[in-house]
């Protein structure tokens, strides 16, 4: 079964930048369409960057600017980097399939990786 491994979160202040990473376990084509969750406490989990299938990648009005998602195919890893964070984007991130992926790219929830941003 197909792992998700995010890491890379950590505590920084507002203004700051982090990048989580996201591991996939096993080489698989659904990289292309991953995309990039979160969920703050209390909330539910919203879409903050997604692929589609052909190539392009959409973000979240409250983080377009700031956040870019990436990969590396060779080592079945996406990234998301995050700069000038603000205390709102604190939040437990999640990889996962993008919205418009093939359902089979719909693999179990990782544990997530916990960014707090202090303002």
């Known amino acids: 079964q197909v792992q998700l491994v995010e890491s890379g979160g950590g505590l920084v202040q507002a203004g700051g930048s982090l990048r989580v990473s996201c591991v996939i376990s096993?080489?698989?084509?659904?990289?292309?369409?991953m995309g990039w969750y979160r969920q703050a406490p209390g909330k539910e989990r919203e879409l903050v960057a997604q692929?589609?299938?052909?190539?392009?990648?959409y973000y979240a009005d409250s983080v377009k600017g700031r956040f870019t998602s990436s990969r590396d195919n060779a080592k079945n890893t996406v990234y998301l980097q995050m700069n000038s964070l603000k205390p709102e984007d604190t939040a437990v991130y999640y990889c996962?399939?993008?919205?418009?992926?093939?359902?089979?790219?719909?693999?179990?929830w990782g544990q997530g990786t916990q960014v707090t941003v202090s303002s």
């Open positions: 996962n399939a993008s919205p418009s992926a093939p359902v089979y790219c719909r693999f179990p």
């Open positions: 096993t080489d698989n084509i659904c990289i292309s369409t």
């Open positions: 692929t589609t299938n052909i190539g392009r990648t």
